[in-house]
């Protein structure tokens, strides 16, 4: 039999987590609640977890720094995490997206909705290509597993949204790109953000990959293209 899925919620308002995880529980889903952000980063680390719920304001800590540390620990850092934000503010989120979160809802939302969107991250995961899928081209390797990227066999640090451009444009070769669809598959932003948020990530992709970063070719006034050579003719 499989084992449910196991869910960690980082939330110190009591009320809220109570009927957060009330509702993942009646869901099917094993969930553990801590009020802080120091035990959250000790209990993601002391046991399998399937998905973490993050509130953004910790009596101890920020959110963001929670976030930080869980993607910064070999053990943790495949966790999917789900930022709950109760600021409106945008940048906080695209803070917490770059450093590696998988989605947001913001406060107030519907517990429904949270469930929903639980559903889909643990989905996502678990359609996720196995752990040897690794896709070679040219000089550029994509361990689709394992999230790692080497150019000429030297490792790339990625961030999980480097990563996820890159798969995308990989993924979807020689089809032009709109800005506007990679905010929506990339970052997952159903409210428009910068566009030229894309032109920047894309710009720190670039410089990261070296040698293999003629692969992303611009499309003026469109967006981007993973070409098939590196150095193919035309473009920028
Ligand atoms: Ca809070």
Known sequence: MRMAP???????????????????RADGLEVVV??????????????????????????????????RKIKATSATKGIPILIASARGEEVDRVVGLELGADDYVVKPFSVRELVLRVRAIL?????????????????LKIDRGAHRVFVNDEEVQLTALEFRLLSTLHERRNRTQGRDTLLLDVWQMNTPVESRTVDTHVKRLREKLGAASGYIRTVRGVGYRFASSPDEPGGD
């Not at 035990?39 to 976030?67: H, K, N, W």
């Open 123 to 139: 989905r996502r995961a678990e359609s996720a290509p196995p752990p040897t899928d690794i896709v070679e081209f040219g000089v």
């Open 34 to 67: 801590c009020d802080t952000g120091e035990a959250g980063i000790r209990e993601a680390t002391s046991r399998r977890f399937d998905l973490v719920v993050l509130d953004l304001m910790l009596p101890d800590m920020s959110g963001l720094d929670v976030c």
């Open 6 to 24: 196991r869910v960690l919620v980082i939330e110190d308002e009591k009320d809220l987590s109570t009927v957060i995880a009330y509702n993942l």
